[in-house]
């Protein structure tokens, strides 16, 4: 089993909708949680880290739940340049997994 | 502040042939990883330093591929002789310390292609 799973995709929207998609991880013991969104051909870039209260960053909304061992990520709003691959990413002992990522279409 | 730099870009080579890549990290950053992305897939770490030191290599496959750090800033993946399965994506990270609240910064990574 993967360290962190993540649903491909692809979720195609429209301008203007709400997508939302999760990733769940193995290990109970994780420390912490973050979204990393990468551009096709570029590198992975900090979207947000992931709190256990849960957290805002303007259009995203990221929550943890830990007793099931998932997070999830919101995208309201959606625009143009929110198309790419949303990596999900945990933290164990000095060590980032990450998911094979989610891809998000915005279209016009 | 310029981010992390790697070169080159891309590589093409054939089987068998020896490979090197280069990254040099954000200015102060201590800690520097080197991943392997292939297509469709999260990056993966192939071995975490802290200055000079590999404190994490468990997942280099160390019959063909090697890393230094010399003097705890620039690094040097290589791999030798190189495979088909070694196309991928090479990508370089660093952080100011090593610890969960850091954010790893990545570089653009080097593309290679091995026919």
């Known amino acids: 089993r993967k360290e962190v799973e993540q649903d491909p995709g692809p979720f195609n929207v429209p301008e203007g909708a709400t997508v939302a998609f999760n990733c769940t991880y193995s290990n109970s013991a994780s420390q912490s949680f973050f979204w990393y969104r990468q551009d096709c051909r570029k590198e992975p870039k900090l979207l947000m880290s992931?709190?256990?209260s849960g957290n805002e960053d303007g259009r995203f909304t990221a929550q943890l739940n830990r007793a099931s061992q998932y997070i999830s990520l919101l995208i309201r709003d959606s625009k143009l340049s929110d198309s790419a691959t949303y990596l999900c990413?945990?933290?164990?002992?000095?060590?980032?997994?990450f998911g094979a990522g989610t891809t998000v279409t915005v279209r016009a | 502040e310029a981010g992390v730099v790697q070169s080159p870009r891309y590589k093409i080579i054939e089987k068998k042939q020896p490979v090197a890549f280069w990254c040099n990290p954000i200015s102060g950053h201590n800690t520097l990883y080197w991943y392997l992305q292939n297509l469709g897939q999260g990056p993966e770490l192939l071995i975490r330093y802290e200055n000079e030191e590999a404190v994490d290599d468990s997942q280099l496959p160390k019959d063909r591929f090697s890393a230094e750090r010399l003097k705890g800033v620039d690094s040097t993946l290589k791999i030798q002789p190189a495979e088909l399965g070694d196309s991928a994506v090479y990508l370089c990270?660093?952080?100011?310390?090593?610890?969960?609240?850091?954010?790893?910064?990545f570089g653009p990574g080097t593309r290679l292609t091995v026919l």
């Open positions: 990413v945990v933290h164990n002992d000095y060590k980032l997994s």
């Open positions: 990270a660093s952080s100011s310390r090593d610890s969960s609240t850091d954010t790893q910064y």
């Open positions: 992931v709190y256990s």
